[in-house]
């Protein structure tokens, strides 16, 4: 009785979607200052999904103002194409921003800080895919933290930049194919991020 129980439960887990999982960690600096960390996971839930979620902690003080920022998204792709979005940004207690997107089958419904409104096309690269894909043919880049489509341009070698619906220019560098480094250039100063090793 015993034995048939334990093969029952290893029948059962080996039934179970296989999820594959990555995680890469950022390190963020103002100036020379460290002042938080950006984490980043990838998980494989079988051959058609992908979750990926971002969580962020920063503290910082510019000029005479305190900042304390938490920031979490969570992406999740079906058949390589954005399924759904979620993001929501703190800063010193209070939310600035958030955005919760989903594919109804025709367009993305978008209902965030900004209002509600319908996207038609459908997105095959956003900002959770630049920590994990190849990003040397992507043109267009779905910024779902304010759910607008912007241009992503090639600025040098294994660098590429877009800007946020915002003004926030974003550059990404990369080495082998990874990414290693960027920069968020708001206007009142650059935060730096540095992947650890």
């Not at 509600?116 to 190849?134: P, R, V």
């Amino acid at each position: 009785m015993r034995l048939a129980f334990i093969f029952s439960i290893l029948f059962c887990s080996m039934s179970l979607p296989l999820i594959a999982e990555e995680t890469m960690t950022f390190d963020m600096f103002l100036y020379k200052d460290k002042i938080g960390y950006l984490t980043v996971t990838k998980k494989k839930v079988n051959d058609s999904s992908e979750i990926y979620t971002l969580t962020s902690n920063s503290k910082a003080k510019i000029l005479w103002m305190e900042y304390d920022n938490q920031s979490s998204h969570e992406v999740t792709y079906i058949n390589g194409k954005l399924f759904k979005s979620t993001h929501k940004e703190v800063q010193n207690g209070k939310v600035k921003r958030w955005t919760n997107i989903k594919w109804d089958g025709k367009a993305y419904q978008v209902d965030g800080y900004k209002g509600k409104w319908a996207i038609n096309e459908a997105a095959t690269h956003s900002i959770a895919t630049l920590y994990f894909k190849d990003v040397r043919n992507v043109k267009r880049l779905f910024c779902d933290t304010d759910g607008a489509f912007v241009d992503f341009k090639n600025i040098g070698v294994s660098m590429y930049e877009f800007k946020a619906p915002d003004g926030t220019r974003n550059v990404y560098e990369y080495e082998n194919g990874k990414l290693k480094r960027m920069e968020f250039h708001v206007s009142i100063a650059t935060v730096r991020a540095e992947r650890r090793p």
